[in-house]
């Protein structure tokens, strides 16, 4: 009998699973988001969408569209995964939903992200994807260590050729 894959699917965040959100970030993330943080999850759409594993959920990802010196990025706010299903697809299958909407909209310039600079896994995980370091901002974190960040960005126009100089 021939053995089941594991299933991921994504699914919508709503006023009667955000409880699971919440808690999951608790568990993934070393820092609190505020009530206003799941309040507007709540209004962004297809940005934000919790990962299924068998019906279980385990990951889940938040983003916003942001305008920086008049070009339109696709901020990823929170992107994690309950460590027990990390490196079983769950990850890239939230990365790429976010690469698909960015992609389908057209319109955005570019992805970016903070990462702790002492997170090598995350680092790795998204420099496979085309994530570079762009900066590093000096006590970006409260009440954790190291409090430092760097700023992970994937150019989208580059790739298309519209900056080709």
Known sequence: MPVALPRIELGDITPHNIKQLKVLNQV??????NDKFYKDVLDVGELAKLAFFNDIVVGAVCCRADMQEGMRKL?????????????????????????????????????????QISNDEALAFYNKFGFKIMDTKEEYY????????????????????????
């Open 28 to 33: 993934v993330f070393p820092v609190t988001y």
């Open 142 to 165: 409260k009440r954790i260590e190291p409090a430092d960040a760097y700023v992970l960005e994937k150019n989208l126009k580059e790739e298309k050729g519209e900056n080709a100089s």
């Open 75 to 115: 901020y990823i706010m929170t992107l994690g995964c309950l460590g027990p299903y990390r490196r079983c697809g769950v990850g890239k299958k939230l990365l790429d939903h976010v690469m698909k909407i960015a992609e389908d909209d057209g319109q955005y310039d570019s992805i970016f992200l903070h990462v």
